[in-house]
């Protein structure tokens, strides 16, 4: 069954790059043979794969309880003497067997006859991959209905932010430009959206280009923490912000040295001292 695009949604073909004199292709190999197996019966070659951590079991943990056969990725396999060893994909191997319920998985067998080069073909599907950046799984997130994500991208909205999707290289950031898209998250999650949207709007209204996580969690601490909390009003911040411009990235890097503290912590510093008070106070943290 065909599905429509989504209105207003970009949709890009898969075409071929032009061949250059740098760019040949190279030899295929034999093409591997996709089957079905229980978990089970695998194996894991201990001299090249890690052990699990607590990481890991976390991790499988959590496939477990949300198993999804939409997000499975077949195991890599190949055979050595009786056995069927993984290249890559123990987690999902173990967290099938652990389910109880899922029978046998698809696994994808290819030919790696010596031990270096099965540990190669391990290197090249760990090393040659693309990493996923916080700002694709946030818009991914947004698609997929997240609660925390949808708020955080309307308290940007609302507060006049722009979630930077690509960095351009050498193009020079802009005013209201956002950078941090865990950070943003973070707030949401610790503030009610109007407290965090007040954050976003303070450091748009500043200039601040970018909005980076530092900055983030040290406007977020002056006006909401409980140590600080109604000392600091927004447009006082903001005035502070835009008075110390690039200074207060350098005023924070050397006071979290010298003081061993987060740099987004120094930066609060810098930010309350240098601020008007409103309640009188005199506190200097």
């Known amino acids: 069954m065909d599905i429509d695009a989504p209105a207003g949604k970009s949709i890009r073909p898969v075409r071929p790059l032009p061949l250059t004199d740098d760019l040949m292709p190279g030899p295929v190999g034999a093409?591997?043979?996709?089957?079905?197996?229980?978990?089970e019966s695998l194996c894991v070659d201990a001299s090249y794969q890690r052990e699990l951590s607590r990481k890991s079991i976390s991790l499988i943990h959590k496939m477990v309880r949300e198993w999804?056969?939409?997000?499975?990725?077949?195991?890599?396999?190949?055979?050595v003497g009786d056995d069927w060893h993984i290249i890559d994909g123990q987690h999902t191997a173990i967290a099938?067997?652990?389910?109880?319920?899922?029978g046998e998985i698809d696994v994808m067998i290819v030919d790696a006859v010596e031990q270096v080069d099965r540990a190669k073909a391990f290197i090249g599907h760990n090393r040659d991959r693309v990493a996923i950046t916080g700002t694709q799984m946030f818009f991914a997130a947004v698609e997929a209905g997240d609660e925390d994500a949808l708020t955080a991208q309307q308290v940007c909205e609302?507060?006049?932010a722009t979630i930077l999707r690509n960095a351009s290289p050498g193009r020079a950031y802009r005013a209201g430009e956002l950078v941090a898209v865990s950070a943003l998250v973070a707030l949401v999650r610790r503030r009610s959206a109007q407290k965090a949207r007040i954050v976003i709007e303070t450091l748009v209204k500043a200039g601040c280009a970018p909005i980076s996580a530092d900055l983030v969690r040290a406007v977020d601490h002056v006006l909401n923490d409980e140590q600080y909390a109604g000392d600091l009003q927004p447009e006082d911040v903001v005035s502070t912000l835009m008075k110390l411009g690039p200074t207060l990235g350098h005023k924070a890097v050397e006071l979290s040295l010298a003081k061993k503290m987060h740099r987004w912590r120094?930066?609060?510093i810098v930010i309350f001292q240098n601020t008007r008070k409103r309640r009188g106070s005199?506190?200097?943290d």
């Open 158 to 160: 609302r507060a006049g």
């Open 282 to 284: 005199s506190r200097e």
């Open 31 to 39: 093409r591997p043979t996709i089957t079905r197996m229980r978990p």
């Open 96 to 102: 099938a067997a652990t389910h109880g319920g899922i």
């Open 68 to 79: 999804d056969w939409r997000k499975f990725k077949p195991p890599v396999l190949v055979k």
């Open 266 to 268: 120094a930066a609060a």
